[in-house]
């Protein structure tokens, strides 16, 4: 049966209600990062046309160390290192000790020196990086490539990353992580970072910096033949020292995060990842993660990657962009003369440091830091040591053995005081998009309900996205409008007798949803299903609109902003407005409302204190999606609700951003401003909207 046939059965207003056209919502906000992605590869693709001369290529390795440290927050001090040995092991072929240090002050760093039996020095020495094991550098595979490389004459060091072995920072019972990841011991912290204008990256890449300075110091060691290598995230974290400091003479690369998110056939959100390898603003700036190799042209530089990574690990893109970018890598070795020492090599099994691959980084790194090639058929005889033996503390953890500051401490240490102060440009500080000039209502259906109609409609708020709605209306003329935002979507509270219905006896009751919300809630991407399950999250896709320079609170107050023009207009009679918010969308109401003067009065149940409170809170649990960087450098909720002042802001049970309710007396300490009521409950009801609509 065909489809002509199929709709020939069915009565013609039948089918023009079924056949109605109703935009692909899903859509909206993936479109909006394909846009940003798209400006910026173009002008990504028009730099890197230039790069043909020598000088052209050793400008742009300049220009990618300068902007890395300005996209992360700036090169920290060099502090005393205090460096300790607290142990020993002795081993047939090498010695392992065991050290302390500290990378910034208070900051200790525990790690493990691999130093050959016999040591007649000068020796080439590696910085072994870690990827993301719970374990750090007592990892199995880890620990096989460093028992490896110091029994072909190498001195090794291996140092616990941030978050991860002797460092966890949120230890459980067995003293691993209670976070559940690597990943999160990261990000957690590093999201409160962004708050007070600093990154993870920063604080990680400044480790692996200082834990060279230990590896240079030493005395068996040749300062002038100095390596890095690392796989998956420890990959990723060569590729950044590689940036910033000159003194690798080679670097090995397995697995590292080489995804651009600025790419050609960008899938959204794009190749998000921990807090320490997405670049907030990278994107406007150009700077992608390909553009932390370049610095290291044209040093012997080995790329190593899987091919079961393009559908496990990393996104689609992850082959096709890498073959892209080192082609115009290679280039760069070419013109500087060096084309023989950038190479590829790849391995068909899943993401990990496997036999092969530590094969090929014995190969490069002997080739270029020693006399001699290496020409060995099998790996050196390795035993991995179980955790404890290479602890450097007594309890395997820095912050009990040591008093080691934790990044969410360094966080908070870092808060600065509080300003009082709305910015003057709080759009800019928001990395809002420009809005639609004249945002017009569009009424797709009017239906019937038991006392009036109600719409279905939708307003293009900005380039490409739809904001869908629902607006509800009584037969009695109204002249108040209430707009209500729910991280639950439009389709709550709508059906016969439920609040926004019965509320529409008192105003016309508009009911949006704003992007990554309902019906705007992003579609899937293409993929593996757990990869592409994990990035449709809506973390992902604030990271995105983060690196993209706008920010998805940015992006929802833009919506609310054209919502409430576009129905005003639609509405002429209309003269006061209330702004309604709930849970985490309150965030982005509070903002909009502070922008539009047409919005009389705030509703806000269940409203974060402040995003003072998210640094203050160790286990907060508050989303990305109402992050901005920097932001308490310039302001803070309480500040942009009494600059709205006359205007009245109502906060319902305020919460803490652990999601835990916040005692009314603490409220009103945090909001003292005049303007500001602070009411008991936490549900939203017709009475409680009766009464502010008064």
Request: hydrophobic content about 40%; charged content about 25%; proline content about 7%.
């Amino acid at each position: 049966m065909t489809r002509r046939t199929l709709l020939s059965l069915f009565p013609a207003a039948a089918v023009a209600g079924w056949a109605q056209e109703y935009r692909n919502y899903p859509r909206c906000l993936p479109d909006v990062l394909r846009r940003l992605v798209a400006e910026a590869y173009a002008r990504r693709v028009e730099e890197m046309k230039k790069l043909t001369t020598a000088g052209a290529a050793e400008a742009r390795q300049k220009w990618a160390r300068e902007t890395f440290w300005r996209l992360v927050g700036g090169v920290p001090e060099r502090t005393p290192l205090n460096l300790r040995t607290t142990g020993a092991i002795e081993r047939e072929k090498y010695r392992v000790e065991k050290l302390v240090y500290e990378s910034r002050p208070g900051v200790f760093v525990a790690a493990n020196l691999y130093l050959p039996k016999p040591a007649h020095g000068p020796l080439p020495g590696v910085l072994f990086q870690m990827g993301h094991s719970p374990n750090g550098k007592a990892y199995d595979s880890y620990q096989r490539c460093c028992q490896g490389l110091v029994q072909l004459g190498f001195v090794v060091l291996a140092f616990d990353p941030m978050g991860q072995g002797e460092r966890t920072n949120y230890p459980g019972p067995d003293g691993l992580t209670r976070l559940g990841s690597a990943d999160a011991e990261h990000t957690r912290p590093g999201k409160q970072l962004l708050l007070v204008g600093d990154t993870a990256t920063r604080l990680m890449v400044w480790d692996s910096v200082r834990s060279l300075d230990v590896l240079a110091s030493h005395p068996l060691v040749d300062a002038k033949r100095l390596a890095s290598t690392g796989q998956s995230g420890g990959g990723t974290m060569t590729m950044m020292l590689g940036a910033v400091d000159d003194r690798l003479a080679a670097a090995a690369v397995s697995s590292g995060n080489t995804e651009n998110i600025v790419c050609a056939n960008f899938i959204p959100p794009g190749s998000t990842d921990d807090a320490e390898q997405d670049f907030i603003g990278g994107g406007p700036a150009g700077f992608d993660r390909w553009d932390l190799l370049w610095p290291m042209a044209p040093k012997p530089l080995l790329i190593l990657t899987s091919a079961k990574d393009f559908f496990g690990t990393y996104s689609p893109n992850y082959q096709e962009n890498g073959a892209v970018e080192y082609g115009r890598l290679a280039d760069a070795y070419r013109v500087l003369g060096r084309e023989g020492q950038l190479r590829q090599a790849g391995t068909p099994l899943p993401h990990g440091l496997s036999y092969s691959l530590r094969m090929e980084t014995y190969r490069w790194l002997s080739r270029w830091l020693k006399d001699e090639e290496w020409r060995g058929d099998a790996e050196p005889p390795v035993a991995p040591e179980p955790d404890r033996v290479l602890w450097a503390g007594p309890t395997g953890n820095v912050a009990r053995d040591f008093g080691s500051e934790a990044p969410w401490q360094t966080a908070r240490r870092r808060l600065p005081a509080k300003t009082g102060l709305v910015p003057v440009n709080l759009r800019a500080l928001l990395g809002m998009e420009r809005a639609s000039a004249r945002p017009e209502l569009r009424v797709l259906r009017a239906v019937p309900t038991r006392t009036g109609q109600v719409l279905a409609a939708e307003v293009e708020t900005t380039a490409g996205v739809w904001v869908p709605m629902w607006i509800f209306c009584s037969k009695r003329p109204a002249d108040r409008l209430v707009v209500a935002v729910d991280p639950d979507g439009r389709n709550q509270r709508w059906h016969d007798g439920e609040l926004w219905e019965r509320l529409a006896d008192d105003a016309v009751v508009c009911v949006p949803d704003v992007r990554g919300i309902g019906d705007l809630r992003p579609e899937y991407s293409p993929g593996a299903p757990e990869y592409a399950g994990d990035h449709e999250q809506e973390e992902n896709y604030a990271w995105a609109s983060l690196v993209l320079g706008r920010s998805l609170l940015g992006q929802r107050v833009t919506d609310l902003l054209g919502v409430v023009r576009a129905v005003r207009s639609y509405f002429p009679q209309l003269r006061r407005t209330l702004l309604a918010a709930n849970g985490q969308l309150t965030v982005p109401t509070l903002c909009a409302a502070s922008l539009d003067a047409s919005v009389t009065r705030v509703l806000l149940t269940g409203h974060l204190v402040s995003w003072r409170n998210i640094v203050e809170t160790e286990m907060y649990t508050h989303p990305l999606a109402n992050f901005v960087p920097d932001v308490l450098a310039a302001t803070d909720l309480p500040e942009i609700a009494s600059a709205m002042a006359p205007r009245e802001v109502v906060l319902v049970g305020t919460v803490d951003a652990a999601g835990a309710p916040v005692a009314e007396a603490l409220a009103r300490e945090s909001y003292r401003s005049a303007n500001v009521t602070v009411r008991a409950g936490e549900a939203w009801s017709r009475e409680l909207f009766a009464s502010l609509l008064r």
